[in-house]
C-alpha cells in the first residue's frame, strides 16, 4: 500500500539537531573484527551547501573512523560492505543516524542496531521515535491486514473503505504529533528538517507556514530555514485557486497534448508509475469517474513517470489496465520539469483542475475523488 511505505519515508525522512557553535565531526566505530576489504561508506548532506557528499573507511580489526566539516547536523547514513562492495549489501548493513558536531562513537556487531553516542541530535530522535511508536504499530497492523486478506475481502468495496478510514484516522493523529513535536522545539532546526518534509509529503498542509514563522529567527535565518522559507513561497504557486502550469508533452501514440487542449472541462492530472502498486490499485477509482462524468465536461490526463527504457513497459500497463484517457509522459522520470512544476514528488499524485485552468484540489483518492466530483458536477 503506498500510503503505507510513505508513513515509513516520512518517519525516515525526519531529521533531528540542536543548534551547536562546532563544525567539526568525527565518528569513531568498531563492528565485530572485520578487516579490509570490509569497507563502511558514509553518506549526507551538507545541509549549508546542500550538496551530497560520500566517503569510505576500509576497517581493521572492527574499526573504522570518518572526520570531517558540517555547517548544520545532518541526517546520514553508514552502510557496511564486507566485500567492499556496496551491490552486496542488506538491510542489516545499513545505519541512519544523524551527524552531529564533535565525536560520535558507534559500536555494535551489525550496523543496523549499533549503539550512538555522543549525539544530541539521535537522543532528540529518540525522544521524537518513542512518541511514533504507537503510529508505526497501527501501519503495521494495517499493511498486514492488507497482505493477509483473502480474494473476497480485496473486492470487498466495504472492507476496502474500511482500511481507509483507519489510514486516514492514524496519518491525522500523525501530522498533529508531528506538528505538536515541532512547536515544542523552536530552538531546534530539527523542526525545519521536519517542515521541509512535511511540506514534501502534504504540500496542502495550511499549517506549515505559520508554525514556520512561530519559530526562532535563529532557526529560520540558517539556510536550510531560508530554503524552506523559499519553498513555501514557491508551492503558494500550486495552491487552490492558482492557475495549473501548463505543458505540451507527448502521449503514447506520439500526439502532443496539453493541458490547455482541455479548457471548458474539469480535469483530473493524475501522475502515477507502472512500478507503483497503490498507482494500479487506484486505477480502479480513476475508470469509475470517468465512467461517471466523462460526458459531463471532465476529463482525465494520467502523467506516467517513466524513462526512455521503459516506454513499452508503460504503454503495455496503459492497455492493460483499459486507461481510455490521454496517457503522457516525458520520459525523463523525477528530472522531468513537468513533474518539479507540479512538485509531484511521489505518486500516485493528482489535480483537480477548473474548466478555467484554476487548482481546485489536490491528491484526491478513492472516494474522496467520487465525493469531489458529485459536489462541483453536475451529471446530465
Not at 154 to 171: E, N, P, Q, V
Not at 325 to 345: E, F, N, R, T
Request: negative net charge; hydrophobic residues 40%.
Amino acid at each position: 500500500m503506498r500510503h503505507l511505505l510513505l508513513l515509513c519515508t516520512f518517519l525516515s525522512l525526519f531529521l533531528n539537531a540542536f543548534t551547536q557553535e562546532g563544525k567539526h565531526f568525527m565518528i569513531e566505530g568498531k563492528l565485530g573484527k572485520f578487516s579490509a576489504p570490509a569497507t563502511v561508506f558514509l553518506f549526507y548532506k551538507d545541509q549549508g551547501s546542500n550538496v551530497a557528499i560520500k566517503d569510505s573507511c576500509v576497517m581493521e580489526q572492527g574499526q573504522f573512523s570518518f572526520e570531517g566539516q558540517i555547517e548544520y547536523p545532518s541526517y546520514a547514513q553508514l552502510v557496511f560492505a564486507a566485500n567492499g562492495q556496496l551491490g552486496s549489501v542488506t538491510a542489516a548493513d545499513d545505519l541512519k543516524f544523524y551527524l552531529d558536531y564533535g565525536k560520535i562513537n558507534i559500536t555494535g556487531f551489525q550496523l543496523y542496531n549499533a549503539q550512538i553516542s555522543g549525539s544530541p541530535s539521535n537522543d532528540l530522535f529518540m525522544e521524537y521515535q518513542k512518541l511514533t511508536v504507537p503510529v508505526q504499530k497501527e501501519a503495521e497492523e494495517i499493511k498486514y491486514t492488507f497482505e493477509t486478506a483473502s480474494p473476497e475481502k480485496l473486492a470487498s468495496k466495504a472492507f476496502k473503505d474500511s482500511l481507509d478510514k483507519r489510514f486516514f484516522t492514524l496519518i491525522n493523529d500523525y501530522n498533529q504529533l508531528s506538528m505538536s513535536f515541532i512547536m515544542n522545539h523552536p530552538n531546534s532546526i530539527l523542526s525545519i528538517y521536519m517542515l521541509q518534509s512535511e511540506l514534501f509529503t502534504h504540500p496542502n498542509n495550511a499549517n506549515i507556514e505559520p508554525i514556520f514563522l512561530m519559530m526562532s529567527d535563529s532557526i529560520k535565518n540558517t539556510k536550510p530555514g531560508k530554503r524552506l522559507a523559499a519553498n513555501i513561497e514557491s508551492n503558494k504557486r500550486l495552491q487552490n485557486g492558482t492557475t495549473a502550469p501548463d505543458f505540451q508533452v507527448n502521449d503514447i501514440n506520439g500526439n502532443p497534448v496539453s493541458l490547455s487542449d482541455f479548457r471548458g472541462k474539469y480535469i483530473l492530472f493524475v501522475f502515477w508509475s507502472p512500478k507503483c502498486d497503490h498507482c494500479l490499485a487506484e486505477i480502479e477509482n480513476l475508470q469509475k469517474a470517468y465512467s461517471l462524468f466523462k460526458d459531463n465536461k471532465f476529463i482525465i490526463i494520467s502523467f506516467a513517470i517513466e524513462t526512455e527504457e521503459n516506454k513499452k513497459e508503460w504503454i503495455d500497463t496503459v492497455k492493460k489496465y483499459n486507461m481510455t484517457w490521454p496517457a503522457i509522459s516525458d520520459l525523463k522520470l523525477w528530472d522531468s520539469d513537468i513533474v518539479k512544476s507540479y512538485k509531484a514528488y511521489s505518486v500516485p499524485t493528482n489535480y483537480l483542475i477548473s474548466p478555467e485552468g484554476i487548482i481546485l484540489d489536490r491528491d484526491l483518492l478513492g472516494n474522496n475523488l467520487l465525493s469531489k466530483l458529485n459536489e462541483i458536477i453536475d451529471v446530465q
